[in-house]
């Protein structure tokens, strides 16, 4: 018991760096670039509107990392803490945390598992990876 109320200050601990630390969900969420800071607002600019969609895949992808991280260390510190305690002895407002953090995790595996990785924009115009061609060569 003793040995897992340690482990759950630590993890509590790494959640509260964690979430502070820059690479917090609302941190990274606040890094945005604007298309206009790339070229002109009206301005055709075909690598500057790759490296644009480029950026925010990125950005997108950092800040659901950001949030899986966060979500991972606040489930593992509910079970923790209700393995201490004991799972009957856990109040209502904890066991639905735990389970809306689980139902979200489910969610998102699911996500990840039924879309696969998507094709990605290259700059020679095509889908897909680059290394897609190697074998056409």
């Known amino acids: 018991m003793d040995a897992l109320e340690?482990?759950?200050?630590?993890?509590?601990?790494?959640?509260?760096?964690?979430v502070s630390s820059p690479g917090g969900e609302d941190?990274?969420?606040?890094q945005r670039v604007s298309r206009t800071s790339l070229s002109g607002q009206n301005a055709g600019f075909a690598e500057a509107d790759g490296l644009?969609?480029?950026y925010n895949r990125v950005h997108q992808s950092l800040v659901t990392l950001s949030r899986s991280l966060s979500d991972q260390i606040e489930y593992?510190?509910?079970g923790v803490h209700a393995a201490a305690v004991g799972f009957d002895n856990v109040d209502d407002d904890t066991r639905r945390r735990f389970h809306e953090i689980e139902a979200r995790m489910d969610a998102e595996r699911e996500k990840t598992q039924v879309e696969g990785k998507p094709e990605q924009p290259r700059?020679?115009?095509?889908t897909g990876s680059a290394y897609d061609d190697l074998g056409d060569s």
């Open 76 to 78: 593992l510190s509910l």
């Open 123 to 126: 700059s020679d115009g095509k």
């Open 52 to 54: 644009f969609a480029q």
């Open 6 to 18: 340690v482990f759950q200050k630590r993890v509590n601990a790494i959640l509260a760096d964690f």
């Open 27 to 30: 941190k990274v969420e606040a």
